[in-house]
C-alpha cells in the first residue's frame, strides 16, 4: 500500500534547492548555453554538494575499532580518538562519523535474521514476487555501478576494516592491483594488452590452461592474489574465464561486457598512438593509452553516469582547474559510508532477456559464454532495451538477501555505525520523527515500526534504501546526497585531473582531442564492436527518458 509521505522534514533549503534544479528548464537551458556561465554554475553546484559534509581528512578511519595495535599483538585501547594512524594509514577503510558503540549495545536493536523480511520481495495474490522496475534506468546502469565502483570499493575479505584498492578510480579491473598484475596482463608489444579473437571479435586470453583440473596457464600464475569465487564451477564454464585485472573480473557478463570494451579502447589507443608517434617504444604506448582510458572513464563517471543518476535539468561536466584551491581537494579516502551507499542489489532483476527469452540473473554468473554466442554490441543493445529494477526495499532478489543485504547490517553493526538518523544530520536532513517521512510505503512504515519500534533506533544501511527514490531520480535523499559528495570529490581529485598533469604532454595531442571527444558510454562500446547500419542503443535512460 501507498500512500503520501510526509515531506515536513526534508528542509526548507533542500526543498528550494530541489524545486530550482528540478523545473526552471528554460533558465537551466540559457546556462548550459552559455559556456562561461555553465563553468561557473557547475563549479558553485559541486562545491554546494560535496560542502554539504565535512570535508576530508576525515578525523577516524576503521582502524579505531582494531583490537590490536596494527602488525603487533599488543591490545589496543577500544576508545575511539584521532591518531596519527587512523589518519594516514590508508589500508583502512575510512568513516565519516566516528563509532557509536551506545546505539550498537547489545539488545539495541532487532535480530539481523529478522530485518532479512524487508529486502524479500512482496508476494501477489498468487504467490508470486513482486518486481519494482525503475522507471528511469536501463539494466545497463547497475552494471556499470557494480564494475567501475568494485576497482575502488574493494573491502578486504581477510580484515573488512581494511580496503585493498589505492581509493581512485584506475580501472584496476582492466589493468590489476599492482604492477606485477599489469605485468602479466601485457604483452609488452607496442603497448598493447594480452587478447585474443574469437567470432572475428577481440577478447581477453583465457585464464585457465586446463580448467578441469584447474590449471592455470602459466603465463598467468600469480595473477591473483585472492582466491577466485569461481572455484566451484563446472570445467566448461571455468575453461571461458578470461585473465582480467582482479579476482571478481568475471563475475557476470555485465561486468566482463564493460572489461572487455575498455580492453578493446586501450588496444585501439595503442595502434592510434603507434601511428602517430612512431618513435615511442612500448612502454610509453602503454602508459599513455593507459592514461587516456582512466582520463575518459573518470569523464564518462561524471558526465553520463552522475548526469544519469540526478533529477536536475543541469548537466555536470568535468572541468579540473576549477576545484584546486577548495578545502575538500584532498587526497581519495574511500569511506564505510560510501561502500554502503553502492550497494544496489536490489536494482538487479531476478530474471532478464537474453535473445528475447527471459533467463535467471543467477545464470548470468561467471558464464562468459554468453557474451562470446551474442557478441558485445547486440548484448550491449539489449542490455539497455530493458529496464533495472528500482533500488529501495522489498526488491532485492532472494538468492542475494542472505548473501549481500544481512551481512551488511551485520558490517554496519560491527563497525559500530550511527544511526540513520545522525546520517541525516550530518547530511544537512532534518532528522526524522515518524516513519512515514522516510516512505510512502504503508507497509514498509508498518514494518520498520514493528522491528524499531522508534525512527531513532533505525540503523544506516537501512533507512538509507527505505527512503522512497527521489522524482525522475533512481536514488533517495540521503543516497543521492552522499553519491553526489563522494563521487565529485573522489573524480575531480584523481592525479590524472590535476592541472599540471591534465594537458596534452600527459595525453598526447591525439590522445587529448579523443578524450574531448568522448561524451557518453556509447561512444566507448560503438567504436569498439563491429559496425552495422545504425550505432547498437547504449544508454543508461529507458526509452530515450531524457
Known sequence: MNAKRDTSRDGFRNKIETFALTNLEGVWNFIQDNEHLKLSVNKYLINSAIYKIPPRPYPFSMMTLEEHIPGTDIPKKTDTYTSWESLTDRTYVGRHLPPDPKFNREGNLPPVEDLAILYHKKKDANGKPITRYSQKSTLLFPYFVQWFTDGFLRIDHNNKFKNTS????????????????THLLRTHQGGKLKSQIINGEE???FYY???EQGKVKPEFEGLYE???????LPPERKAKLFAMGVERANVQIGYVMLN???LREHNRLCDILAKNYTEWDDERLFQTARNILVAIMLKLVAEDYVNHITPYHFNFVV???AFTDERWYRENWVTLEFDFVYRWHSAIPETFL?????VSLYSSLWNNQMIIDKGIGALMEETCSQPATQIGLHNTPDFLVDMTEVPSIKLGRKAQMASYNDYREMCKFPRVTDFDQITSDEDAQKELARLYGNVENIEFYVG???????ENSALGSLVGRLIGVDAFSQVLTNPLLAPPVFNQDTFSPVGWEILHETKLVSDLVNRNVPQKDQPYKVTFYRNDHR
Do not use: M, S, W
Open 464 to 470: 538509507l534504501y527505505a527512503e522512497d527514490p527521489r
Open 354 to 358: 537474453y535473445n528475447g527469452e527471459p
Open 319 to 321: 572541468d579540473p582547474f
Open 209 to 211: 590452461e586446463d580448467a
Open 203 to 205: 577478447y581477453p586470453p
Open 226 to 232: 585472492t582466491l577466485n569465487d569461481e572455484k566451484r
Open 260 to 262: 572487455v570494451i575498455c
Open 166 to 181: 589505492n581509493h581512485h578510480i584506475d580501472l584496476c579491473n582492466v589493468y590489476g592491483l599492482k604492477p606485477k598484475q
